[in-house]
């Protein structure tokens, strides 16, 4: 990694950031965090430069507002360690890290560091999805993580009971970042791919986790559906409480019935079943 981190903004919404995002996704940055009204790209110094005029054009292209500032030489990891506390959800699963102490009155204790890849568990979307894998039985249960993040979905469903487990991300750092979370949570049933929805494998599984954005959502139904067994699970998020509607509606059109949804904050996950 390098010393020096510079940040560049781009305003959108989150259908143009999945176009921003597209569009840059070969280009050399570090890691990506999309917010609701923006996506921000951290870039090394190297980086900068050729990153930065790309960037430039293609905002052009879009019309889409930038700007970009040169993030403080600090301590990254004392950073991290100071901020990211471990999380409890009920007594099922405690997220933590290396340097926390283990609560070992909690059912599953998951073991991450997440560096610069999406998915602590502090995120209302994760902790949902969490609680609705909680009410499941996951014993010798074949599951894809779609959107893995750091896997610490993928990593609980094999803590679950889960023999077989799919991670997917697009993001190299998450790839990467999941492999090594697997190996320091003894996980041996998790295999780990780079891509988008063209990665799935050609398998069906019992259970669908994708904690990802409304767009990659909206954009996978027929792939999801492909790779759900009849009668098999999905559970999404990563999409507002407004969007319920939305989402329930797109995906009964692909099979799918809505068994339950749960709200936490402005965010929402749904449980759906595969007819």
């Known amino acids: 990694m390098p010393d020096k981190y510079h940040a560049f903004y781009v305003k959108a919404n989150e259908d143009i950031q999945a176009i921003v995002i597209a569009l ?5 940055f570090e890691a990506i965090v999309q917010e609701e009204d923006q996506v921000i790209f951290y870039v090394g110094e190297s980086s900068k430069s050729s990153f930065g005029q790309l960037l430039k054009e293609t905002a052009d292209k879009l019309n889409l507002e930038t700007s970009n500032t040169e993030l403080p030489n600090i301590n990254w990891n004392a950073e991290w360690e100071a901020n990211f506390s471990p999380i409890i959800i009920d007594d099922f699963c405690q997220i ?3 340097f926390h102490e283990v609560d070992h009155s909690v059912k599953y204790n998951i073991r991450i560091n997440p560096k610069m890849a999406f998915g602590t568990g502090h995120h209302e979307t994760t902790h949902m999805v969490i609680r609705h894998m909680s009410s499941m039985t996951l014993n ?4 894809l993580d779609f959107g893995c993040g750091t896997s ?7 803590k679950m009971g889960a023999n077989s487990i799919d991670a997917i991300d697009y993001d190299v750092n998450s790839v990467e970042n999941s492999i090594e979370n697997a190996r320091i949570n003894n996980c041996s049933n998790i295999d780990v791919y780079h891509g988008d929805k063209n990665a799935i494998p050609r398998v069906t599984y019992d259970l669908i986790l994708a904690n990802i954005n409304r767009s990659v959502l ?3 139904g027929e792939d999801l559906r492909l790779a759900c067994k009849p009668s098999g699970d999905l559970i999404i998020s990563g999409f ?9 509606d797109h995906y009964e059109s692909y099979g799918f019935l809505e068994v339950s949804h749960t709200i936490k904050g402005e965010w929402c996950a749904m449980h759906l079943k595969r007819q």
């Open 24 to 28: 840059l996704y070969e280009s050399d």
């Open 96 to 98: 933590h890290a290396d």
């Open 140 to 143: 010798n249960k074949r599951i």
């Open 152 to 158: 610490v979905l993928a990593i609980l469903a094999e």
């Open 218 to 220: 909206l954009d996978c």
């Open 240 to 248: 507002l409480n407004t969007e319920v509607k939305m989402l329930r």
